[in-house]
T-cell receptor, first 110, second 114 residues
C-alpha cells in the first residue's frame, strides 16, 4: 500500500490563480480530511468527507472547495489564491480511530 | 469536543522516560483521549488512544486519571528521533461521531537531548 499520497509536493502561485491539490489513498478508507498548518501552529481542519459524495466544512473552509467522487480521491481546490493561503496542506484518511496523514504540500502564494 | 491544555515545550534526556501531560477537565463520558505526534513538518503520526483504562502499545503508554480530567503520555526510553510536537486530542469515539475530524491544538514540543 502506498498509503496517503499528495501532489504536488511544492507549488508557487500568483495571487488570483486557481489550482487543485491532489490527495489519494489506497486503503479503502471512508473518511478523508484536509488540514492546513501555518508556521509555528497546529493543524486546522479545512474540509472533510465521510464517504463518496459527502463533504462538510471544517474550521477554516473559506476559499477552498472539495468534492469526493470516489473513495480513493479527495482533491482540494483553491478558487482564487491569496497570500493568506500560503501554508502546508496535509491530507488524511481514516478507517476507525487512527488517521493516516500524507507527506504534505507546501504552497506559496505571491 | 473537549478542549485540551498542554505545556508548550519540554526537554528530556536521551534514554530516559518522557512524560507528557495533558489536561482535559471538560471531557465527557463518551470522549476518548488521542495522542499524535509530528516530526519536523512531516504529516502527523498516530501514537495511542484510550477511554479510561491505561493503554500501552509498542510506541508508548497512556495513563488516564480516574476522574479522566487529565492524562499522561509516556515514552519509556526516549531517543533523539522522538523529538517532535506531541498533540493531545479529545473527541468522541470515531464511529459514533461519523465526522472523521480531529481538532489539533498547539501541542507540546518535546526536545530529546543527548
Amino acid at each position: 500500500n502506498a498509503g496517503v499520497t499528495q501532489t504536488p509536493k511544492f507549488q508557487v502561485l500568483k495571487t488570483g490563480q486557481s489550482m487543485t491539490l491532489q490527495c489519494a489513498q489506497d486503503m479503502n478508507h471512508e473518511y478523508m480530511s484536509w488540514y492546513r498548518q501555518d508556521p509555528g501552529m497546529g493543524l486546522r481542519l479545512i474540509h472533510y468527507s465521510v464517504g463518496a459524495g459527502i463533504t462538510d466544512q471544517g474550521e477554516v473552509p473559506n476559499g477552498y472547495n472539495v468534492s469526493r467522487s470516489t473513495t480513493e480521491d479527495f482533491p482540494l481546490r483553491l478558487l482564487s489564491a491569496a497570500p493568506s493561503q500560503t501554508s502546508v496542506y496535509f491530507c488524511a484518511s481514516s478507517l476507525r480511530e487512527t488517521q493516516y496523514f500524507g507527506p504534505g504540500t507546501r504552497l506559496l502564494v505571491l | 469536543d473537549a478542549k485540551t491544555t498542554q505545556p508548550p515545550s519540554m526537554d528530556c534526556a536521551e534514554g530516559r522516560a518522557a512524560n507528557l501531560p495533558c489536561n482535559h477537565s471538560t471531557i465527557s463520558g463518551n470522549e476518548y483521549v488521542y495522542w499524535y505526534r509530528q516530526i519536523h513538518s512531516q504529516g502527523p503520526q498516530y501514537i495511542i488512544h484510550g477511554l479510561k483504562n491505561n493503554e500501552t502499545n509498542e510506541m508508548a503508554s497512556l495513563i488516564i486519571t480516574e476522574d479522566r480530567k487529565s492524562s499522561t503520555l509516556i515514552l519509556p526510553h526516549a531517543t533523539l528521533r522522538d523529538t517532535a510536537v506531541y498533540y493531545c486530542i479529545v473527541r468522541v469515539w470515531f464511529g459514533s461521531s461519523n465526522t472523521g475530524k480531529l481538532i489539533f491544538g498547539q501541542g507540546t514540543t518535546l526536545q530529546v537531548k543527548p
